[in-house]
């Protein structure tokens, strides 16, 4: 019996370890391009109070972003690499504001998400090449990653995009009021390694008014523990069984 015990504390104690670790590591990051004004509260995920990171700028060497609270990070964007040689750098190669009465999401009645919709980058304006995003200082693990595209009314606006090896799509006429699966945004789950590295290709002429990025889940706190707790516990059980037993 105290064998077993001692077996359910050392698997409880890991697998509360286990949880507190992961749901600790969860945050949402935010970002809007351009816009009329700053995007407030949720998109297709988050909260009304949440905050939203923006910038302007389409060549960008590095912008430290906040989470959805307001608070640091940790994490840098950057889509601009001065490494490069000069001509070949990797940017967006415009930045565009949507008015009011163009933007479906403002007109005729103003909806949550107009201000996110009222700008986007446009990734290549003639729809040749790429422009690579790259996150840095993220923690390994699993990340839902959304990503919102939609022109003015009336324009035709395409999404095309590969985080860390997975794809994702969009393709909408800018006359949605509402956001939409595969219309007006694509979700993806992406795996970030221990680099802390995502790395975003958008391909063609792709509008990308902003994005969220949830996570990290982490490599579960919780195997790890357990393993732990399950060689002290065969190395207890070996000691004990070396030992005599005496019965009174």
Same mark, same amino acid.
């Given at each position: 019996m105290k064998k077993l015990i001692y077996a359910l504390i050392v698997v409880a104690i890991?697998?509360?370890?286990? !949880? =507190?670790?992961? &749901?600790?590591a969860?945050?949402?990051?935010?970002?809007q391009f351009?816009?009329? &004004?700053?995007?407030?509260?949720?998109?297709? =995920?988050?909260?009304?109070?949440?905050?939203?990171n923006q910038t302007n700028d389409v060549?960008?060497? %590095?912008?430290?972003l906040n989470n959805s609270t307001g608070s640091s990070?940790?994490?840098?964007?950057?889509? *601009?690499?001065?490494?490069?040689?000069? %001509?070949?750098?990797?940017? +967006?190669a415009k930045g565009s504001l949507?008015?009011?009465? $163009? #933007?479906a999401f403002a007109s005729p009645v103003v909806q949550t998400d107009a201000n996110l919709m009222s700008g986007f980058f446009t990734s290549k304006a003639n729809g040749v090449g790429t422009t690579v995003m790259t996150f840095r200082g993220l923690a390994a693990g699993n990340y839902d990653l959304y990503i919102y595209s939609q022109d003015q009314k009336g324009k035709t606006s395409n999404l095309n +995009?590969?985080? #860390?090896?997975?794809? %994702?799509?969009? &393709?909408?006429? /800018?006359?949605?009021?509402?956001?939409?699966? %595969?219309? !007006? *945004?694509? &979700?993806?789950?992406?795996?970030? $390694? !221990?680099?802390g590295i995502l790395t975003v290709t958008f391909n063609g002429a792709s509008v990308v008014n /902003?994005?969220?990025? *949830? /996570?990290?889940?982490?490599?579960?706190?919780? =195997? =790890?523990l357990m393993g732990v707790g399950g060689l002290l516990v065969a190395f207890w059980l070996r000691k004990s069984a070396t030992k005599p037993e005496f019965v009174f």
């Open positions: 890991a697998s509360m370890s286990g !949880n =507190v670790d992961a &749901k600790a969860l945050q949402l990051i935010d970002l351009t816009g009329q &004004k700053l995007q407030k509260g949720a998109a297709e =995920v988050g909260s009304s109070s949440d905050i939203w060549s960008n060497t %590095g912008l430290n990070s940790g994490v840098t964007v950057s889509w *601009y690499d001065i490494a490069l040689p000069t %001509g070949s750098q990797i940017d +967006f949507i008015n009011p009465e $163009d #933007n +995009f590969t985080a #860390n090896g997975v794809t %994702g799509t969009a &393709k909408t006429d /800018g006359s949605l009021d509402h956001l939409v699966s %595969g219309a !007006n *945004y694509s &979700k993806i789950t992406v795996a970030v $390694d !221990n680099s /902003g994005l969220q990025l *949830y /996570g990290a889940v982490p490599e579960p706190a919780t =195997v =790890v």
